[in-house]
């Protein structure tokens, strides 16, 4: 076996939401192996900058664009600015996400749309727009940063359940459409990991973390590296018949209805 099957040298990948977390740490997963990176954020060009130099510091190529993934405007521009300055685009990691954790019941509509915006009408429209350059070259890897809340729910997480839920089935449709082109649509499902994003749920104490340790059949939280070989894996050559998955990166949560507090 050649490890040759997972080269993605030279390959300029789009990470959206990367300027921290789990996007931040996916990206430099790619970064290591080789590829060039094009990280993108929305809140500031500060925070995409000191994305930027971290990784340049571990001496991974990346540059940064600063554009709202939901404005399907911002996205074309920037889309044609990356691929006229960088080249172009072979692998698009869609993770660029929001939470809002409110009781289905307190939860005003606008909320509920903006969280369906983000984390699902986008991956929608920056597909739509990278993909449609990566069928002319006839190749290309989509990935799209699902859930465990694409096969689970939980209570305060509904509009976010319903986006990644659906973010599941727009990666199988995507897969469907794209499959002939030599396009490969997949998904990544992180469990629990230690993130920002996690962070009020994380603290000693707080009844989630235990929830969490013990509910996982690895007993602790991902660490964002734990994403990485997913990441290569999907992004590369190994990958180019694996059409339509989520592989879920979650130390077994899915695999079990849990256990009794004894255990
Ligand atoms: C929550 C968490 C989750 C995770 C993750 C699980 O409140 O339940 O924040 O939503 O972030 O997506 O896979
Ligand atoms: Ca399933």
Redesign the pocket.
């Known amino acids: 076996m050649s490890l040759d099957l997972f080269n993605v040298k030279d390959k300029i990948a789009l990470i959206t939401g990367s300027t921290h977390g789990l996007g931040l740490a996916m990206a430099k997963g790619l970064g290591l192996a080789g590829a060039t990176l094009v990280l993108n954020g929305n809140s500031s060009q500060d925070k995409i900058d000191k994305a930027v130099s971290e990784c340049k510091a571990e001496g991974i190529k990346a540059v940064g664009y600063k554009f709202n993934v939901a404005e399907e405007s911002e996205v074309i521009a920037a889309i044609s600015k990356i691929e006229a300055e960088v080249g172009p685009i072979d692998i698009l990691i869609n993770n660029a996400?929001i939470?809002k954790?409110t009781p289905l019941l307190d939860m005003e509509v606008s909320d509920f749309k903006a969280v369906v915006n983000i984390d699902l009408v986008s991956p929608f429209i920056v597909s739509k727009h990278v993909v449609k350059n990566m069928v002319k070259r006839e190749q290309g890897k989509v990935i799209n940063i699902?859930?465990?809340?694409?096969e689970l729910g939980?209570s305060?997480?509904g509009a976010?359940?319903a986006a990644?839920g659906g973010l599941k089935m727009l990666t199988q449709n995507m897969a469907t459409e794209w499959a002939k082109y030599n396009i490969q649509v997949n998904g990544i499902?992180?469990?629990?990991?230690a993130?920002s994003?996690?962070a009020p749920?994380r603290v000693d104490g707080h009844p989630?973390n235990d929830f969490i340790i013990s509910r996982t059949p690895a007993a602790r939280w991902g660490n964002p590296e734990d994403l990485q070989g997913a990441t290569i894996f999907l992004s590369s050559k190994a990958s180019d018949f694996v059409n339509g998955h989520i592989v879920y990166v979650?130390g077994g949560?899915l695999a079990t209805i849990g256990k009794p507090a004894n255990e």
Do not use: L
């Open positions: 996400g939470i954790r699902c859930s465990m809340m694409s939980r305060n997480v976010y359940a990644k499902g992180p469990g629990y990991f993130t994003q996690t749920i989630f979650d949560i």
